[in-house]
Antibody
Framework: QVQLVQSGAEVKKPGASVKVSCKAS????????ISWVRQAPGQGLEWMGW????????NYAQKLQGRVTMTTDTSTSTAYMELRSLRSDDTAVYYC????????????????WGQGTMVTVSS | EIVLTQSPGTLSLSPGERATLSCRAS???????LAWYQQKPGQAPRLLIY???SRATGIPDRFSGSGSGTDFTLTISRLEPEDFAVYYC?????????FGQGTKLEIK
């Protein structure tokens, strides 16, 4: 079945970096883009950025520019999100989510979601 | 960026009743690129509606979406016990994609 499986929970100190993985299966990885969406405890959803698994094009939320990098490894059908210079307000569940349509040029609606990765930033 | 405002913040209804959730955009949403998601505690969001009115695969027909421009609505015709959750709208017609703050649908 089509699924996205994310890496496990992380605990980081302020100023550190975290890299979360999202392994796809059950579909042609390079046909769809992947977005990353985060959700702080008890809060709503925040779109962080998007990467095309077809050509590697990216589009990041302005507030995260310079701190976030999204990449893909097509040999393993895995997407990655790295966030640097972590702060306490980066504490959240991080989701990867697949575009609804193939070969979208930008972030689309999301039909498949990973299970989420809890990232806790604390000294 | 387009700001999405959902109302009400909390909606208290009983099973069998009709639910109407609103999502208003600060500017027109391009090509009705508006989606609705359902999220239950401890779970990832689930896509319900895309393109303002198209149901996603496997979504029951009691869920319907409507609207265009800046005003969109999600309607649940007859609430089932499993429908009580938080609902989010998302616009994906303009970058950055943005989400509303959510409507919590609770059992009365």
């Amino acid at each position: 079945q089509v699924q996205l499986v994310q890496s496990g929970a992380e605990v980081k100190k302020p100023g550190a970096s975290v890299k979360v993985s999202c392994k796809a299966s059950g579909y042609t990885f390079t046909s769809y883009g992947i977005s990353w969406v985060r959700q702080a405890p008890g809060q709503g959803l925040e779109w962080m950025g998007w990467i095309s698994a077809y050509n590697g094009n990216t589009n990041y939320a302005q507030k995260l520019q310079g701190r976030v990098t999204m990449t893909t490894d097509t040999s393993t059908s895995t997407a990655y999100m790295e966030l640097r210079s972590l702060r306490s307000d980066d504490t959240a569940v991080y989701y990867c989510a697949r575009d609804l349509v193939v070969y979208a040029m930008e972030a689309d609606a999301f039909d498949i979601w990973g299970q989420g990765t809890m990232v806790t930033v604390s000294s | 960026e387009i700001v999405l405002t959902q109302s009400p913040g909390t909606l208290s209804l009983s099973p069998g009743e009709r639910a109407t959730l609103s999502c208003r955009a600060s500017q027109s949403v391009s090509s009705s690129y508006l989606a609705w998601y359902q999220q239950k505690p401890g779970q990832a969001p689930r896509l319900l509606i895309y393109g303002a009115s198209s149901r996603a695969t496997g979504i029951p027909d009691r869920f319907s979406g409507s609207g265009s421009g800046t005003d969109f609505t999600l309607t649940i015709s007859r609430l089932e016990p499993e429908d009580f959750a938080v609902y989010y709208c998302q616009q994906y017609g303009s970058s950055p994609s943005t989400f509303g703050q959510g409507t919590k649908l609770e059992i009365k």
